[in-house]
């Protein structure tokens, strides 16, 4: 079975300074990883995703994540945080073969001026 | 592109009676669409899969009777909250990915409030 775990419910950072949100998945075969955000009263917005290849991906707004097959982990980085960064951050993973996406339980990022 | 319309937005309705959400793919087709529900503070919990032109798939625990979901064409899919009451108050989210695209990302509309009296 799939399972996504977030760690931390709140994430607290300065403007600034480097963020990460932390991931860890669980599936069979090979994992397709995405990072969503949702603002209050929102859908949520894809951020970045990772298929294959290259184990650092970019996404939007200046996002990145790095897939590290070897602790199950896709944590997701930015180097340098904005107030307007603050947020609601979902993981996301879906298995090879399979169809639904199964959503980490959530991390709320503040972002202090 | 690959945007997703939902409406509406936010509802109020008495207990007993039923509500109805859509679900629209602007500018690509979905044969499936997703509906999720969320709690405050919690995570998106899928409730059905919806398949155009075929009944959903609900998820273990989802009263299909209560939650009807119709996916009339490839850009339409609706909830209807049926004889709703004051639990089924919460956040509803669709999403769809365009056909053809397993290793797509979701695109997700804006949500619907709904709060039951």
């Known amino acids: 079975a799939q399972s996504v775990a977030q760690p931390e419910d709140q994430v607290n950072v300065a403007e600034g300074n480097p963020l990460t949100v932390k991931c860890t998945y669980s599936?069979?075969?090979?994992?397709?990883l995405f990072w969503y955000v949702q603002y209050p009263n929102r859908g949520l917005q894809f951020l970045l995703k990772y298929i294959t290849g290259d184990n650092l991906v970019k996404g939007s707004y200046g996002f990145e994540a790095e897939f590290n097959k070897s602790q199950t982990s896709f944590h997701l980085k930015k180097p340098s945080a904005l107030v307007s960064d603050s947020a609601l951050y979902f993981c996301a993973v879906r298995n090879t073969g399979g169809f639904k996406t199964i959503f980490g339980a959530g991390t709320r990022l503040f972002v202090k001026a | 592109g690959a945007v997703v319309s939902q409406h509406p937005s936010w509802v109020i309705c008495k207990s007993g009676t039923s509500v109805k959400i859509e679900c629209r793919s602007l500018?690509?087709?979905?044969?499936?669409m997703f509906w999720y529900r969320q709690f405050p503070k919690q995570s998106l919990m899928l409730m059905a899969t919806?398949?155009?032109?075929?009944?959903?798939?609900?998820e273990q625990g989802v009263e299909k009777d209560k939650f009807l979901i119709n996916h009339a064409s490839l850009t339409l899919s609706t909830l209807t909250v049926t004889s709703a009451h004051p639990e089924d108050s919460s956040f509803y989210i669709c999403?769809?990915?365009?056909?053809?695209?397993?290793?797509?990302?979701?695109?997700f509309g804006e949500g619907s409030r709904l709060t039951v009296l």
């Open positions: 999403s769809a990915s365009p056909s053809g695209k397993n290793t797509g990302e979701l695109f």
């Open positions: 599936v069979s075969g090979n994992p397709y």
């Open positions: 919806s398949n155009e032109g075929s009944k959903a798939t609900y």
């Open positions: 500018d690509f087709q979905a044969t499936t």
